[in-house]
Each structure stands twice: as structure tokens, then as C-alpha cells.
């Protein structure tokens, strides 16, 4: 089964949805400034109501963070209970060693170069994050942006490293190609944010759709 996460959540509603709806993280942005921002205070309310309806066994806690302090990640950490850390940033590796959370590092890739060399590249990464225990997430590269942007790169090269690391596949999935994209890339997990948006605000039959697409091809 693939798992898959929905990031950017801002209500209650839509993050009930998105355990309802089968996912295995719930990811809630904490970098400054950017468009799905969330107070930590309203982050806390929301992820305490979501455990107390799912319990121990529901979907697991992100939080996204980008080239910040790291006590004020670790802060956040504690304040709003988070399993993992996402860094989306360029923070190096002692700065994930010290993150009082399971990491997730996002890698950023750039498909506009010779496949291997891509490839090679990223598995060094991969290797340094995967050595300390820490998953990794491959995104879309787009000059000036910390985080995910909307858009796909080559699943292909996602497929190269898929073969060797649990991977998390992110970057332009929606409900509609997510089943093209694990088949091509066979990612351990899937990860989406526009892709279950209209008009900027999370669409909860998106959000069902996406999930219900995902725990079918673990089906099948």
C-alpha cells in the first residue's frame, strides 16, 4: 500500500477529511510568510481535536519548516506535538541530527540535465538523510522557491531512486494522474497539496478522491 500525505491543511474540517480519507500524514506549514502559513496555536487545536477522533493509530503529525532557528523548530515541535519535521530548506545534516522529531528531508529536483547525473546526485543526498534514519521527498525545483510549487518533474528519474529508498513522491499530483505516478515512479509514498485545491482552498472531494485513488492501486 502507498501511503500518502496531505499537506497544507488549515482547518479542522479538512484535516478530519484527510484522515478520513485514509492518509498517513497530515502535513501543517510552518514557514513564514508563504501562502498556506498556519499560527501554531490554531495548529495545535486543530492536531489535538484530529487525535482525539483518530487515536493512536490515525495519521501521523508534519510539520513544514524552511531555513529556520532550529529552537524554534524544536519549539513548534513540542507545542504542537509533531512526529515529523519536513525541511524544506538548505539546512545540512547536523542540523537534522538535531531536530526533536522524525525527519523528512525535501530534495529538489532539477529534470532539466542528463538523467544520471541527476540520479547520482540525489542518491548522495538520499544516502547522507537514509544513513540518520530520515525519509526523503522529492519535489520540483523552481528557482526562489522553499517549498512545493504545483509542479511535476520527470518521474522516471523518481523511479531510479525509488528502486533503491523509500521515497516520498511529491510535485503537481492530483487525483487525476497520482495513478500514472506511482506506477511509473512505485514511490513508498505520495504526498499532494495543490493538487486537491480549487481556487487556493482545500476541496474535500478532492481530498477523498485522491486518497480513494491511492488505496486502490495499493489494491489492485
Known amino acids: 500500500m502507498t501511503e500518502f500525505k496531505i499537506c497544507g491543511l488549515r482547518t479542522l474540517e479538512d484535516a478530519l477529511a484527510a484522515a478520513d480519507a485514509g492518509a498517513s500524514f497530515l502535513g501543517f506549514v510552518f514557514v513564514p510568510g508563504v501562502r498556506r502559513q498556519i499560527d501554531e496555536e490554531l495548529a495545535s487545536e486543530i492536531i489535538q481535536?484530529?487525535?482525539?477522533?483518530?487515536?493512536?493509530?490515525?495519521?501521523?503529525?508534519?510539520?513544514?519548516?524552511?531555513?529556520?532557528?532550529?529552537?524554534?523548530?524544536?519549539?513548534?515541535?513540542?507545542?504542537?506535538?509533531?512526529?515529523?519535521?519536513?525541511?524544506?530548506?538548505?539546512?545540512?545534516?547536523?542540523y537534522w541530527d538535531n531536530v526533536e522529531a522524525w525527519v523528512i528531508k525535501m530534495l529538489k529536483v532539477a529534470d532539466d540535465g542528463p538523467k544520471e547525473k541527476l540520479v547520482a546526485g540525489l542518491r548522495k543526498h538520499i544516502e547522507d538523510a537514509v544513513s540518520r534514519m530520515h525519509l526523503c521527498l522529492l519535489d520540483k525545483y523552481t528557482a526562489g522557491a522553499l517549498g512545493g510549487t504545483g509542479k511535476s518533474f520527470d518521474w522516471n528519474i523518481a523511479a531510479e531512486i525509488a528502486r533503491h529508498y523509500r521515497i516520498i513522491l511529491a510535485g503537481g499530483l492530483t487525483p487525476k494522474n497520482v495513478r500514472e505516478a506511482m506506477s511509473t515512479a512505485g514511490p513508498w509514498g505520495v504526498d499532494v497539496s495543490t493538487g486537491v485545491e480549487t481556487d487556493g482552498v482545500k476541496d474535500i472531494e478532492k481530498i477523498k478522491a485522491f486518497g480513494n485513488t491511492v488505496r486502490a492501486f495499493g489494491a489492485a
Do not use: M, W, Y
Not at 59 to 82: E, H, M, S, T, Y
Open 49 to 94: 481535536e484530529v487525535k482525539k477522533h483518530t487515536g493512536s493509530d490515525g495519521p501521523r503529525i508534519v510539520g513544514l519548516f524552511a531555513n529556520q532557528p532550529l529552537p524554534d523548530v524544536n519549539r513548534i515541535v513540542g507545542k504542537c506535538n509533531l512526529d515529523f519535521a519536513q525541511l524544506c530548506g538548505d539546512e545540512p545534516p547536523d
